[in-house]
C-alpha cells in the first residue's frame, strides 16, 4: 500500500489586526495576555465568511503542491464556524475553488480538527479510495465571541491547509493516536442554537451563541491527556522523543505547550508556535503552523514531526510523520 505524505501547504488570514491594547477595555492587558498566553496579537475577519479564508488557503495549497483543483478529489473541513447550519462548508469552498471533481464534507472536532480531519483523508488516500485530499482547517472564532468578557483574548481568525498524497517513497504518516471523552462536553461549548436549545430569543438575551469556556478545567485537561497520548504514540511506534525534530501542536496557549513539553521532555525550541501573531484559531492551528514552517525551509528529509492537539469535546490526539 502506498504511504502517505503532505504535497503541499498553504494558509490565509485576514488583513485586520487586533492587538491585545484592544482588550483593556474588558479588564485585561498587553503584559498579562503576552505573558500568560503568549499572544502580542490575533487576526479578525471584516466581510468574510469561513470558506472565504478556507478557500484562499485551499488554493495556496494546491499551488504549492503542482497541482490543479481538478486533481483534488476530496475537500474536507475541519470547522466548529462554518458559513451556515446547512450546507457544510466544505461546499462553500468547493464551490469557490471551483474544484467540481471534488467530494466535500466537514468534520467537527473544535481545537483538535485538524488533526482529526487529517486522520480522516489519510485514510482515503491510504486505501486507494482518492490520490490527493485538500483537508482544510478554518475558524472565524470572532463571530461566536462575546466581545464584553476577558475570555475574548484567547481567539483570533484564520485558515491552513495541506494536501494529502500517495507515495512510494519512505516519508509521511507513521501513526496516530486519537481519543475523545463527551464527559468533558460542558468545559467548552457553545449553549445555544442547536437542537438541544434552539435560536430563541431567550438565548439571544442570555448571550447563548457565544463560546462559554472553563479555563481551568481546559488548561488541566490539556496539559494531562496530551503528554500521554504523546507517551502512548511513541512507545507504539518505539520512537524515541529525542528522535522527534519538530512538535506541530494546536496553539491553546503558551502555558499549556510549555507543561506538555516539560512532561514528555521535549526542547521547547521543537515546539512550533505562531500565537503570538495569530492567537488561537481554533481548527486552523496546526495547518498554519505546518505552512509557516515548511516555507520556511525548516524541514530536512528525514525529519520526524509530532502534531498535537486538545479541543473540546473533550477532543485529543496526536500523530506522527516522517518528512
Known amino acids: 500500500m502506498p504511504n502517505v505524505y503532505i504535497s503541499g501547504t ?5 488583513p485586520k489586526v487586533v492587538p491585545n491594547s484592544f482588550f483593556e477595555k474588558v479588564g485585561s492587558s498587553d503584559e498579562w ?66 474544484a467540481f471533481n471534488a467530494v466535500a464534507f466537514d468534520v467537527a472536532a473544535v481545537c483538535s480538527g485538524a488533526l482529526f480531519t487529517i486522520s480522516v483523508g489519510y485514510q482515503f488516500v491510504k486505501n486507494g479510495v482518492y490520490n490527493n485530499v485538500l483537508v482544510i482547517g478554518a475558524d472565524t ?10 475570555d475574548s ?88 522523543i529525542d528522535d522527534v525534530s519538530f512538535m506541530i501542536p494546536h496553539q491553546p496557549s503558551i502555558g499549556i505547550l510549555k507543561t506538555i513539553a516539560k512532561k514528555v521532555n521535549l526542547p521547547f525550541e521543537k515546539v512550533m508556535t505562531n500565537m503570538d501573531r495569530y492567537a488561537n484559531t481554533s481548527g486552523a492551528t496546526i495547518p498554519l503552523v505546518l505552512d509557516e514552517v515548511h516555507k520556511a525551509d525548516k524541514f530536512k528529509d528525514g525529519d520526524l514531526l509530532l502534531f498535537a492537539a486538545v ?13
Open 153 to 240: 483574548v484567547f481567539f483570533g481568525d484564520g485558515a491552513g491547509a495541506l494536501i494529502l498524497s500517495k507515495t512510494e517513497e519512505d516519508k509521511g504518516f507513521i501513526d496516530f493516536n486519537l481519543h475523545s471523552d463527551g464527559r468533558g462536553k460542558e468545559h467548552f461549548t457553545i449553549p445555544g442554537g442547536g437542537s438541544e436549545t434552539p435560536t430563541s430569543k431567550e438565548t439571544i438575551d442570555n448571550r447563548m451563541h457565544y463560546f462559554q469556556m472553563n479555563g481551568k478545567e481546559v488548561f488541566d485537561t490539556a496539559t494531562k491527556v496530551v503528554p500521554e497520548s504523546i507517551e502512548e504514540l511513541l512507545e507504539k511506534t518505539k520512537t524515541s
Open 10 to 14: 498553504g494558509a490565509y488570514v485576514p
Open 33 to 98: 495576555i503576552f505573558n500568560k498566553l503568549g499572544i502580542k496579537e490575533r487576526r479578525i475577519v471584516e466581510n468574510e465568511a469561513t470558506s472565504d479564508l478556507a478557500y484562499k488557503a485551499g488554493l495556496d495549497a494546491v499551488k504549492n503542491a503542482n497541482l490543479k483543483v481538478e486533481d483534488i478529489d476530496l475537500i474536507i473541513v475541519a470547522t466548529t464556524t462554518p458559513d451556515r447550519q446547512a450546507p457544510s462548508c466544505a461546499c462553500f469552498v468547493q464551490e469557490k475553488m471551483k
Open 311 to 323: 479541543g473540546a469535546g473533550w477532543t485529543w490526539g496526536t500523530a506522527l510523520y516522517k518528512w
Open 141 to 150: 472564532f470572532s463571530n461566536i465571541i462575546d466581545w464584553e468578557r476577558r
